[in-house]
């Protein structure tokens, strides 16, 4: 487990923000997992708080604050997988769509996505 | 060439109803909350059905159903049983074409596979288990000369099943075959992005089992999947999708101490080794062909070869004309039996890998052909088409480590076959890789130092019912495809027997 540093390593969009303020309405506090592999995988899942069981092998990588949600919003991944996402900051963002897995935003019509950009030099050197 | 109607035009092979409900204890039934939500196809974007939106009061009842069904289901003769799926097959062949229109329609491949692959290796795969049931045998063992071993296979009762989008009829069968050729009651939930096609086809067998062997529950992942995944009433849960999913049902599994199979994708390295080049015919033809099998399925498959590693000798030849065969791939109406790659399965998948494109870039992957998506034009301008890609990169980069599942490829050089292995094993996954070489030994021995389940050797993307299937790493548990998926369907009865007339000698 490699502790969050200072440096923003995931974000949210507004649209996203949103969407995550109306779903913890519906279903409690939320946290997501980073997902791989095929399907629906490359995806982020988002799950109420607790339903998904993290271990000692996800690494925290930040919370998301949510205007108008009291408690943030962790977002997670596996080590492994995050061993070749370390260098790439995230946003989380959502778009029209359907499914899947078991993420909570699928019957909404919408899905979540991943958009990603390069950590530049400074942001890289501090994290 | 010829073109299909679209289904809802009259001289469409196929129609499609209104509405589909669940299907329980052998006829169709309306959601418990009366809900439904809508089906479009990715050809155009437009809806073409509604489909029940299933929730824990429609899994409980499938699952009663379930239960009725499979303890008569389980006791039925191998016989009777092998019969059963031979009829099925049979019944699925002679509606081989509607079948076929019915899934490209619903998952926008093209007919062309739907036609020469899809249904046909699902017709296949009902009868290879059909078979592979018949011969199966239990084992004896004499323990001493009074007492005897038998060795009996029983099936789990009522098992679950979730099915993926990518081939949604094919993945259903490949599924469903060797569970109730085992005999057991299934409770199966389709992909929300996919959920009518299955319908199609059964609306054409249900006949053929008794009522409540086969359930289909119809929905959303959290809201009918996670009930059945996580329910107390099931034997086992089989699961194909990707990593984070495989976890949570896994940890369901876990509570209820039963087992899982998963298959959870790959990162598939296809490598070309200097030799391929040697000479200029009819091999090398095939070799250029297998780099371009990323584009198959427009790259919706877990083992899409979407890495593929050149050797320096052969490096820019090679890839140039790899780049030129896939600059060929005819791309069109996915219902035209002239094209080759149709559309992705929705627009979230769409999006993913249009973003997935964007890091590529700005992680300094060069484009050397595609790249964008793909406006065909017409009524395609709604669906979700994107252009055959191939990135030049190495293998650090986040598209040469995650499943873009898309018509994406990322291409990287190699000098000798040390490096080949060792590029070609890092990764987190390892279910698909090929190795090209005219080198028997070479071949042989990447084949066997690459770590994944399935390793095509000159070739790639064949799927005949008799190999087995399924993940090293994180691609997965178990295997399917091969007899070996019926004891992942059964437990094992032993009858510890004695013979003898005589105390044991204990008390």
Known sequence: MEPATGVERVALTPAAAELLARLTAIHGPLMFHQSGGCCDGSAPMCYPE??????????????????????????????????????????????????????VEAPEGVRFLIRSRLFTDEEYAAR | MAKYANPGQPDSVVSFKPRYDHFIGGEYVAPAKGQYFENPTPITGQTFTEVARGTSEDVEKALDAAHAAAPAWGKTSVAERAAILNKIADRVESNLELIAIAESWENGKACRETLAADIPLAIDHLRY?????????????????????????????????????????????????????????????????????????????????????????????????????????????????????????????????????LELGGKSPNVFFDDVAAQNDAFYDKALEGFAMFALNQGEVCTCPSRALIQGGIYEEFLQQAVKRTEQIKQGHPLDTDTMIGAQASNDQFEKILSYID????????????????????????????????????????????????????????????????????????????????????????????????????????????????????????????????????????????????????F
């Open chain 2, 129 to 261: 288990f059909a078979g592979a049931l018949r011969a199966q045998e239990g084992g004896i063992s004499q323990i001493d000369e009074d007492t005897v071993a038998y060795h009996f296979h029983e099936p789990l009762g009522v098992v679950g099943q979730i099915i993926p989008w990518n081939f949604p009829i094919l993945m259903a069968i490949w599924k469903l075959a060797p569970a109730l050729a085992a005999g057991n009651a299934v409770v199966l939930k389709p992909a929300e992005q996919t959920p009518a096609s299955i319908h199609v086809l059964n609306e054409l067998v249900q006949d053929l089992l008794p009522p409540g062997v086969l359930n289909i529950v119809n929905g959303f992942g959290v809201e009918a999947g996670k009930p059945l995944a996580s329910s107390n009433r099931i034997r086992k849960i089989a699961f194909t999708g990707e990593t984070t999913t495989g976890r949570l049902i896994s940890q369901y599994a876990s509570e209820n101490l039963i087992p899982v199979t």
């Open chain 2, 359 to 506: 890091i590529g870039r700005q992680e300094g992957a060069k484009v050397l052909t595609g790249g964008d998506r793909a406006d065909l034009g017409g009524e395609l301008s709604g669906g979700y088409y994107i252009q055959p890609t191939v990135f030049e990169g190495h293998n650090a980069m986040r598209i040469f480590q995650e499943e873009i599942f898309g018509p994406v490829v990322s291409v990287a050089r190699f000098s000798d076959y040390d490096e080949a292995i060792t590029i070609a094993n890092d990764t987190l996954y390892g279910l698909g890789a090929a190795v090209w070489s005219r080198d028997g030994n070479t071949a042989y021995r990447a084949g066997r130092d690459i770590q994944a389940g399935r390793v095509w050797v000159n070739n790639y993307h064949a799927y005949p019912a008799h190999a087995a299937f399924g993940g090293y790493k994180q691609s997965g548990i178990g295997r399917e495809n091969h007899k070996m998926m019926l004891d992942h369907y059964q437990q094992t009865k032993n009858l510890l027997v004695s013979y003898s007339q005589n105390a044991q000698g204990f």
């Open chain 1, 50 to 103: 607790g339903d998904f069981r993290l271990g000692g092998q996800d690494v925290h990588l930040g919370d998301l604050t949510v205007p108008g949600l009291e408690k943030p919003i962790g977002f997670h991944m596996s080590a492994s997988q995050y061993e070749y996402w370390r260098h790439t900051h995230l946003t989380v963002d959502v778009v029209k769509g359907r499914g899947s897995g078991f993420s």
